[in-house]
Nanobody, 118 residues
Framework: QVQLVESGGGLAQPGGSLRLSCAAS????????MGWYRQAPGKQRESVAT???????NYADSVKGRFTISRDNAKNTVYLQMNSLKPEDTAVYYC????????????WGQGTQVTVSS
């Protein structure tokens, strides 16, 4: 099993910044994707940003140019740097680990609240 621990959520002003961290432990495999998803009240969970084990990144159109996903392999940690925050960024952010070795399996963190005041 893979365990994911998120941190860094909190309150920010519009235009401000936050940095989320997700530390992974357990049965880490070489072929995987990690990413951040978010779910706002009354909305479906959506992908925000993903990064593959070889460093390819993908972003939702709504955060392109504002958010940056990165990883630290030595710490088994993925980060989400969120700049120029908007009220519509308010959501619970979930870290995701997707194993691509054999059968695809998803693991989720508990979520961290991000609130951008208006």
């Amino acid at each position: 099993q893979v365990q994911l621990v998120e941190s860094g959520g909190g309150l920010a002003q519009p235009g401000g910044s936050l940095r989320l961290s997700c530390a992974a432990s357990g049965s880490i495999v070489a072929i995987y994707t990690m990413g951040w998803y978010r779910q706002a009240p009354g909305k479906q969970r959506e992908s925000v940003a993903t990064i593959t084990s070889v460093g390819y990144t993908n972003y939702a159109d709504s955060v392109k140019g504002r958010f940056t996903i990165s990883r630290d392999n030595a710490k088994n940690t993925v980060y989400l740097q969120m700049n120029s925050l908007k009220p519509e960024d308010t959501a619970v952010y979930y870290c995701n680990y997707r194993s691509l070795f054999g059968t695809v399996r998803d693991y989720w963190g508990q979520g961290t609240q991000v609130t951008v005041s208006s």
